[in-house]
């Protein structure tokens, strides 16, 4: 079976632009969940998605969104990067309580 | 790992020797906890998990122990392997909301000398 993939690997912004990231869990897992790594902060949550409904958000503005298609796909949205946006966006996809994560998308805002 | 900017506490060891990682978590009510291990440019890799209503669980060299009195958790590698060098990050998730986030460690870096 194929593991979580994100799209894409590395991405360059400036401050002010916009970015969508894309996940695509393991087959048959309806839940993704998104999580921000950096080196300050480590590991946070940023929100959960259940067959296209956000069940649960962690403590972000509300600049961080995203969606969850039928497919179970989902992409996350950054509106307006600032400069501390800079992180490994991480996606995990889970059918019960473990989740697995995929490798992560770097995202610098210069 | 990722975290590099936080002051993880490291751990190294000789190669073959066993590695114990520890981690304190603050919620009480959390019933479910999971270790993974982040390699250097990857997603955090699932090891092994336990519930709050077990107090040992042991996979492949590797076993986890849960003490809910002191609310503190292990992990324990048996003869550790290069491979085994990463950040190890515990994380645990609260039953009774209803949500599936995981809350994470600021992990330890394990570092394992040939």
């Known amino acids: 079976k194929a593991g979580v993939t994100q799209t894409p690997r590395y991405l360059i912004k400036t401050r002010g632009q916009q970015v969508t990231l894309s996940c695509s869990p393991i087959?048959?897992?309806?839940?993704v969940s998104w999580y921000q790594q950096t080196p300050g902060q480590g590991l946070q949550f940023l929100f959960e998605?259940?067959?296209?409904?956000?069940?649960n958000k962690g403590n972000f503005p509300g600049r961080f969104s995203g969606r969850q298609f039928s497919n179970s796909r989902s992409e996350m949205n950054v509106s307006t990067l600032e400069l501390g946006d800079s992180a490994l966006y991480l996606c995990?996809?889970?059918?019960?309580?473990?989740?697995?994560f995929g490798p992560g998308t770097r995202l610098t805002v210069l | 790992g990722e975290s590099v900017g936080l002051h993880l506490p490291t751990l190294s060891v000789q190669e073959g020797d066993n590695s114990i990682i520890n981690c304190a978590y603050s919620n009480s009510a959390s019933d479910y906890f999971i270790w993974y291990k982040q390699e250097s440019g990857k997603g955090p890799q699932f090891i092994i998990d336990i519930r709050s209503n077990m107090d040992k669980r042991q996979g492949q060299r590797v076993t986890v122990l849960l003490n809910k009195t002191v609310k503190h958790l292990s992990l324990q590698i048996a003869a550790t392997q290069p491979g085994d060098s990463a950040v190890y990050f515990c994380?645990?998730?609260?039953?009774?909301?209803?949500?599936?986030?995981?809350?994470f460690g600021t992990g330890t870096r394990l570092t394992v000398i040939p």
């Open positions: 087959s048959g897992h309806r839940s």
């Open positions: 994380a645990e998730i609260e039953g009774q909301t209803g949500a599936n986030n995981l809350f």
């Open positions: 995990a996809s889970s059918v019960a309580d473990t989740q697995y």
């Open positions: 998605y259940f067959s296209e409904t956000q069940r």
